[in-house]
T-cell receptor, first 114, second 113 residues
Framework: AQSVTQLDSHVSVSEGTPVLLRCNYS??????LFWYVQHPNKGLQLLLK??????LVKGINGFEAEFKKSETSFHLTKPSAHMSDAAEYFCVVSDRTGANNLFFGTGTRLTVIP | EAGVAQSPRYKIIEKRQSVAFWCNPISGHATLYWYQQILGQGPKLLIQ????????DSQLPKDRFSAERLKGVDSTLKIQPAKLEDSAVYLCASSLDRGDGYTFGSGTRLTVV
């Protein structure tokens, strides 16, 4: 079975400081992993995805994530937070061997302090 | 390209009433998904279509929820009768093929009172 655990329900950072959103996954097979962002009253937007190529994945808006199999982690980082980064972030694992459905974590709300 | 279209954006109904949501995926996307997102939680899959066929509806509460994609393009999700716990955002997503990245619509926020 596939699942993800987002270790922080809420993260608060100052503008211009680094962002770290933590995610651990559980998967019986080699997973596909994703990070999605959801701004208030907006749809979910794909930030980046890992599909067994390079372990360091670069996404949009300066975000990146590193797949670490030994730690079963896929943490999302950004060197310098911007006010527009304030949103809900979801770590997601895909059921690649079945119907390819997405299984979402419970989300991390990122607050950026001016 | 146009995104995934959903309507209505908001709906308020009384419990035991019926409601329907509509989704039009990105043109050419064979795979369509309906997700339910309860406040404070991550989205949960309700049903997946591949063209006009159901791939996975194992999480769909079939006693009250139904969905169809008759012509393999747009889709309708229905709840009949609604319960208070159905209050959520209903998200539609599509992808060109299974395994591709999903594109989500803005969702329909349902409030059952």
């Amino acid at each position: 079975a596939q699942s993800v655990t987002q270790l922080d329900s809420h993260v608060s950072v100052s503008e211009g400081t680094p962002v770290l959103l933590r995610c651990n996954y559980s998967s019986s097979y080699s997973p596909s992993l994703f990070w999605y962002v959801q701004h208030p009253n907006k749809g979910l937007q794909l930030l980046l995805k890992y599909t067994s190529a390079a372990t360091l994945v670069k996404g949009i808006n300066g975000f990146e994530a590193e797949f670490k199999k030994s730690e079963t982690s896929f943490h999302l980082t950004k060197p310098s937070a911007h006010m527009s980064d304030a949103a809900e972030y979801f770590c997601v694992v895909s059921d690649r061997t079945g119907a390819n459905n997405l299984f979402f974590g419970t989300g991390t709300r990122l607050t950026v302090i001016p | 390209e146009a995104g995934v279209a959903q309507s209505p954006r908001y709906k308020i109904i009384e419990k035991r009433q019926s409601v329907a949501f509509w989704c039009n995926p990105i043109s050419g996307h064979a795979t369509l998904y309906w997700y339910q997102q309860i406040l404070g939680q991550g989205p949960k899959l309700l049903i997946q279509f591949q063209n006009n066929g159901v791939v996975d509806d194992s999480q769909l509460p079939k006693d009250r929820f139904s969905a169809e994609r008759l012509k393999g393009v747009d889709s309708t999700l229905k709840i009949q009768p609604a319960k208070l716990e159905d209050s959520a955002v209903y998200l539609c997503a599509s992808s060109l093929d299974r395994g591709d990245g999903y594109t989500f619509g803005s969702g329909t926020r349902l409030t059952v009172v």
